[in-house]
């Protein structure tokens, strides 16, 4: 968007948050790049140099281990022989010996660190063949002076002198040749650290810079900006203000002219456009404010028609209810009683509008929501109506621990528990009330279905039945089972309803047998088998004891033995009342 059409608050807000963007990207980079210096030098401190210095000393270590070996043969060679002194000179000879191992040692434990070190830029090829380098020197030395001198001590007990001093110089031979090699691997180590210190000096040039560089381009921004904005704020203060007044009295049908092509005409055909605005929203809140769920005026803001004519709709309906409310309110103060049901309120309608539903109206312990156009899609509407319902009977069993500690007692009174009834089906959308207030609600067989469906889960002691239509529209994507055909009051044809078992997938082993054995149980029990009906219901009780369905349809057989249907009866079960 063009400069000119922002607020003059927006530029100066903009011109201050630019320059604070800019001035945290100094410090970001300053911190970055001053991070990255310290890194390298915490490296080159701690591990190139010291590399370095543990190789200087295996040199040293080497000629120590050199005059300890001379100093030995000196103390054999005298007459009589000093073997006290002899026993020192061969202690500092071993010492050495492995103090040369332990300074290689070291060396090669840093140049590892560098190696792996993946934050800092390093010639790991260059390294690590210095490390091998210094691996073999070491073991060289060890392999070649080992059996030399082992034959010099016999040779100087045998007083074999000849052979000893030419053994002697075999290893100072040796001895060169290894610090020769240390030499080189030195200098090879002198250049790594040469160029890890290079980088440091370069990482710290262009922190500087670049630092440098920012500081000066927020400066020159910041006094651009301020000078473009101050030259445009004079002329129009005047102008905006009369405006301003106007719409401070509530007056949004007088415009500003303005005949000038600059700034101020930019300016103020952004204000008109804002009093054109303000006027369409005076309009929604007019039309839309009595109603309670936001979604309903977010639906409705571009198609106002539905809320006045009203439409028939494919929409689905949830009714949800807290068992044994009345039995616990019974017990409880009116204080107590308004926390219990107002914490039950906001955890239950958070999965509600978590997906998309709009929740109608609370009434008493029960809550009617529903989904359908034009708040989401009508292929979608009854699997989120499915997927609500779960989400809220997953939230139960932490409710029923809550609850006692909303109240400070040990245990609730009465257990609470969730009832939930859905329904699909063609209802009437549209705005029901007086003048005074209104709601934009639904109504139809649907609403009256989804009710019965609520109630009729104390009959079969389940949580969530669902109609046949909805059922259709999940398809597969829930795990659904039919529990029976019901005749509710209103309606003259039967239609099955089906309990949600769970998302798709869901079902454990217990699950799918308790399905197959319920099914089977169905199909015996509507063709009057009922022996046959009552073994399957007791197999599927063995598959999952308690199943609220399996008892009720046990408890109904034993019914109809005592007193059998009629011979017209279609397997439908009549739900009388609500």
Not at 99 to 125: C, F, G, L, M, V
Not at 214 to 232: I, K, N, P, Y
Not at 477 to 505: H, K, N, T, Y
Request: aromatic share 6%.
């Amino acid at each position: 968007m063009p400069l000119f059409n922002q607020s003059i608050r927006r530029k100066i807000v903009g011109i201050a948050l630019g320059l604070i963007v800019l001035m945290l990207v100094t410090s970001i980079l300053s911190i970055v790049m001053s991070s990255q210096v310290g890194i390298l030098l915490d490296e080159l401190t701690n591990r190139y140099i010291p590399a370095y210095g543990d190789l200087a000393r295996a040199n040293i270590r080497s000629l120590e281990r050199a005059v300890a070996l001379r100093r030995m043969v000196m103390m054999k060679m005298q007459s009589p022989t000093d073997e006290e002194a002899y026993a020192a000179r061969l202690r500092e000879f071993e010492d050495a010996d492995r103090k040369i191992e332990q300074e290689a040692e070291s060396a090669r434990k840093h140049i590892n660190a560098i190696i792996d070190d993946t934050r800092t830029p390093s010639d790991n090829a260059a390294l690590a063949r210095i490390e091998t380098r210094i691996e073999t020197a070491v073991i060289e030395l060890r392999r070649d002076q080992n059996e030399d001198h082992a034959k010099l001590l016999k040779q100087i007990d045998a007083q074999q002198m000849i052979e000893a001093r030419n053994t002697l110089e075999h290893i100072d031979a040796l001895r060169d040749q290894f610090n020769q090699k240390i030499d080189a691997i030195r200098a090879d180590m002198l250049k790594q650290v040469f160029v890890s210190t290079s980088q440091v000096i370069r990482h710290q040039r262009q922190a500087i810079i670049i630092s440098g560089i920012v500081t000066v381009l927020a400066a020159v921004v910041g006094f651009a900006f301020a000078l473009l904005v101050s030259s445009g704020i004079t002329r129009p203060v005047r102008l905006l203000l009369a405006g301003t007044r106007e719409v401070e009295a509530g007056r949004f049908d007088k415009a500003i002219t303005v005949s000038t092509q600059d700034e101020i005409g930019e300016l103020a055909a952004a204000f008109n456009r804002m009093i054109e605005q303000l006027r369409h929203n005076e309009r929604i809140r007019e039309t839309f404010g009595r109603y309670i769920d936001p979604k309903v005026v977010q639906g409705l803001i571009d198609r106002p028609e539905v809320a006045i004519d009203g439409q028939r709709r494919v929409m689905t309906i949830m009714f949800s209810d807290m068992s044994g409310f009345t039995s616990m309110s019974e017990g409880m103060t009116p204080r107590g009683l308004v926390k219990v049901m107002n914490h039950y309120f906001t955890v239950m309608s958070a999965p509600i509008r978590n997906n998309r539903g709009v929740i109608d109206k609370y009434i008493g312990d029960a809550i009617m929501s529903y989904w359908g156009p034009p708040f989401v899609e009508e292929d979608e509407q009854a699997l989120l109506a499915g997927l609500t319902a779960i989400d809220m009977a997953d939230e139960v069993p932490a409710l029923q621990k809550q609850l006692p500690d909303l109240l400070g007692i040990r245990a609730m009174p009465v257990p609470c528990d969730l009832r939930i009834g859905i329904a699909t089906g063609e209802v009437l959308t549209g705005s029901i009330g007086s003048e005074l207030m209104m709601s934009f609600t639904v109504m139809g067989d649907a609403v009256n279905l989804a009710s019965r469906l609520e109630a009729a889960n104390k009959v079969y002691g389940t949580r969530i039945l669902i109609s046949q239509a909805t059922a259709e529209a999940i398809g597969a994507r829930l795990e659904l089972r039919e529990i029976d055909r019901l005749a509710v009051v209103g309606q003259s044809v039967p239609q099955p309803v089906f309990e949600v078992m769970g998302r798709a997938g869901a079902p454990n082993p217990p699950q799918e047998s308790l399905r197959a054995h319920y099914a089977e149980g169905l199909a015996a029990y509507r063709a009057c088998r009922f022996d046959e009906a009552r073994g399957a219901f007791n197999a599927a009780l063995e598959s999952a004891p308690g199943d609220g369905p399996s008892r009720a349809m046990l408890a109904r057989i034993a019914q109809f033995e005592a007193n059998p249907p009629a011979a017209d009866w279609n397997g439908a079960w009549r739900l009388e009342s609500k």
